[in-house]
T-cell receptor
Framework: GAGVSQSPSNKVTEKGKDVELRCDPI?????LYWYRQSLGQGLEFLIY????????KSGLPSDRFSAERTGGSVSTLTIQRTQQEDSAVYLC??????????FGQGTRLTVV | AQSVTQLDSQVPVFEEAPVELRCNYS??????LFWYVQYPNQGLQLLLK??????LVESINGFEAEFNKSQTSFHLRKPSVHISDTAEYFC????????????FGGGTRLMVKP
């Protein structure tokens, strides 16, 4: 596809379960970002991948959160032992070098 | 590390009035600047960008922003707003000295009233 694709679009999970969120960036984009956005709030940076460099994980809120990017393309954000405060929209974006980032439509995660 | 400050969390304004949404970033030699817009219940989309050249950049829907290096600012302006401009606006900076990582401000909610 032409844009950033995220799946699933919606995810409802029980507290304590693990979830995996997937992001397919635009082909050729070297940078990939994960953010989360709580209702009515701004963007909270989670993690940044740039090419083959070590990712910037400084935004991950706890060790329950992890992300990987395989082959410089698809990325998976994993949240272990989900908590209710993890409920948010998780946004993925990709860019080429310093150019603008293109965002996916997000995954709305609800922890019940 | 780069930081981006949007001084106003909310800006209420009447339709057809002018508006300015402020954005300041921490100093850096090499920056690229962006404004994103998020309409209600929609995703983020690019509004305009400054990469190089003229410091005044414009969008297709009448917004403009000016890169001011001495004041490390990239304020967004529109001379006459419409109801349809009601949205959340995010300023972002790509720092060439930080691997071109994109840093976002906290956002400004523009509320246009009839």
């Amino acid at each position: 596809g032409a844009g950033v694709s995220q799946s699933p679009s919606n995810k409802v999970t029980e507290k304590g379960k693990d979830v995996e969120l997937r992001c397919d960036p635009i082909s050729g984009h070297t940078a990939l970002y994960w953010y989360r956005q709580s209702l009515g709030q701004g963007l909270e940076f989670l993690i940044y991948f740039q090419g083959n460099s070590a990712p910037d994980k400084s935004g991950l809120p706890s060790d329950r959160f992890s992300a990987e990017r395989t082959g410089g393309s698809v990325s998976t954000l994993t949240i272990q032992r989900t908590q209710q405060e993890d409920s948010a929209v998780y946004l993925c974006a990709s860019s080429f070098r310093w150019n603008e980032a293109f965002f996916g439509q997000g995954t709305r995660l609800t922890v019940v | 590390a780069q930081s981006v400050t949007q001084l106003d969390s909310q800006v209420p304004v009447f339709e057809e009035a002018p508006v300015e949404l402020r954005c300041n970033y921490s100093s850096s030699v090499s920056v690229y600047l962006f404004w994103y817009v998020q309409y209600p219940n929609q995703g983020l989309q690019l509004l305009l960008k400054y990469l190089s050249g003229s410091t005044l950049v414009e969008s297709i829907n009448g917004f403009e922003a000016e890169f001011n290096k001495s004041q490390t600012s990239f304020h967004l302006r529109k001379p006459s707003v419409h109801i349809s401009d009601t949205a959340e606006y995010f300023c972002a900076v790509s720092d060439g000295n930080a691997g071109n990582m994109l840093t976002f401000g906290g956002g400004t909610r523009l509320m246009v009233k009839p």
